[in-house]
Each structure stands twice: as structure tokens, then as C-alpha cells.
């Protein structure tokens, strides 16, 4: 989360209407009510602030549902959701008001669907920064698994997708053509394309050229090191030259 970006949320003078459950979030961590911003001078809430609040308040939730939070799993969130030491508090507490609300984490993974519903890379991302997390202290547990099966779902994340992301993470089957999400049976020169086009895809630049925040430009870097080292495998185990795009 930038500066920029706290500044908005914690900011004093301005109403940001976020709105859902999500904007409730915000408004206890800001000080002031969120109103509806649909229809205000001030334009549609940025994708930005919603993406990173989202992101806080399902790693929350996760937290809440495993029972405990490991040092390495703080020092991971830390990794996608990057803060100054001055910010830190506001977004500890926004993970902690996030833990404990009634609103069921549901309700949040609802509004991110419904924000992004046209833009399903960022859903990725946010169940790609989850995993993340949840992977933290060397093992994504039963309970974890399951609250992440069932973000996905809500996202509208089919079980080929949900696993390509999950093999980024954990070796399900040590598979790198899990992790491209593409078949063994593919020709050289047609996964060399598919790995050009995952490379064009996921590469950091692009999240930073559609301003989006630095968590999920975060989540795009490890992504594309995940993409990166599967390909390298295959690669190898086929004997074809190691050239990158």
C-alpha cells in the first residue's frame, strides 16, 4: 500500500465512499463515515483502494480462520502489502478491526468479485497474494486450503485456474505445466508461445503502467519468477534453448 494511498484512507478531510463492507473497514480505520461515492463529484472509488483493503481484510480473515498468525505469515503479508513504519498502525488495525467483524469473510470476497468482475487478472491476484501468505510458515493447512478453495469460488475461479495459481505455491504434483497451465501434449513452438504471452501477461510493468498499487505489482513479481522457473524446467527436460523473451 503507498503513501499515497494510506493518505487517502486515513485522510481527515475527505469522505471516501467506498461503500459494502469494505468501506465500513475503512471508515472505522479513517475516523469518519463513508458515504456512497456513485454519482459524486469526486468520480468511482479507486480500484487501488479496494484491491489493497480486500487483500487486508481476507489475509484477516484467513488469519482468523487458521486460529493463529506465525511470524513468517506477518512477514509475508508484509511483503505484499508494503507500508512506511509510519503507516504500519493504521493497517494493523484495519487487519484487526478485518479479524473481528461479524461480516463474514463472504461478504468481502463478494464486493472484490463484484468490483472487479471484468477483470479477472486482479481476482488472481488477490487469491495469488492469499497464497502467499498462507504458505508462509512452510505449509498451507486444511483450513487454509479450504478458505482459499472457497475465495476462489466466490471469485469465479474454475478448478483449472484455482490450481494453477495454487502450484505456484505448493508442489501438488511437482508439476511445472501446472503452474503455465498448459498441457504436456503442447508442441515446442506452442508452449514457447504460451509462455511468451503468460511472460506479456503477468510482467510487473504492466501492473505499474495501469496504476495499480504496489501489492499487486508485488504479487506480479513473484508470479512471474513462478512462471519464470517452470518454464526453465520444462525447458530443460525437453532440451530447448533457455531464451526468454
Not at 475516523?31 to 483502494?49: A, I, K, M, N, Q
Not at 463474514?104 to 463484484?114: D, L, P, R, S, T
Not at 505449509?139 to 475465495?151: C, M, N, Q, S
Not at 504492466?206 to 506480479?220: D, K, T, Y
Request: aromatic share 6%.
Amino acid at each position: 500500500m503507498s503513501h499515497g494511498l494510506w493518505g487517502k484512507i486515513g485522510g481527515a478531510g475527505l469522505g471516501l465512499a467506498v461503500g459494502g463492507p469494505l468501506g465500513a473497514l475503512v471508515g472505522a480505520v479513517a475516523g469518519h463515515f463513508l458515504l456512497d461515492r456513485e454519482g459524486s463529484l469526486f468520480g468511482p472509488t479507486p480500484r487501488g483502494v479496494v484491491f489493497t483493503t480486500g487483500l487486508v481484510a481476507l489475509a484477516a480473515k484467513m488469519a482468523k480462520s487458521d486460529g493463529v498468525v506465525s511470524p513468517s505469515e506477518v512477514a509475508a503479508f508484509a511483503e505484499v502489502v508494503h507500508v512506511s513504519d509510519d503507516e504500519r498502525p493504521g493497517v494493523t488495525r484495519l487487519f484487526d478491526l478485518a479479524k473481528a467483524t461479524t461480516n463474514g469473510f463472504e461478504a468481502y470476497a463478494q464486493q472484490i468479485a463484484e468490483t472487479f468482475r471484468e477483470e479477472p487478472r486482479l481476482l488472481e491476484d488477490v487469491l495469488d497474494g492469499l497464497f502467499h501468505i498462507a504458505k508462509a510458515d512452510g505449509a498451507i493447512h486444511d483450513k487454509e486450503a479450504r478458505y482459499l478453495r472457497a475465495v476462489a469460488e466466490i471469485f469465479g475461479l474454475d478448478e483449472a485456474r484455482f490450481n494453477c495459481i495454487a502450484a505456484r505455491h505448493v508442489r501438488l504434483a511437482d508439476d511445472p505445466y501446472e503452474v503455465l497451465g498448459v498441457a504436456r501434449a503442447l508442441s515446442d513452438a506452442e508452449l514457447k508461445a504460451r509462455y511468451r504471452a503468460l511472460v506479456a501477461e503477468n510482467h510487473p510493468d504492466r501492473a505499474v503502467a495501469r496504476g495499480l498499487p504496489p501489492a499487486a505489482v508485488a504479487i506480479a513479481t513473484r508470479r512471474l519468477a513462478a512462471i519464470n522457473a517452470a518454464y526453465d524446467r520444462i525447458a530443460a527436460e525437453r532440451g530447448l534453448k533457455l531464451s526468454k523473451p
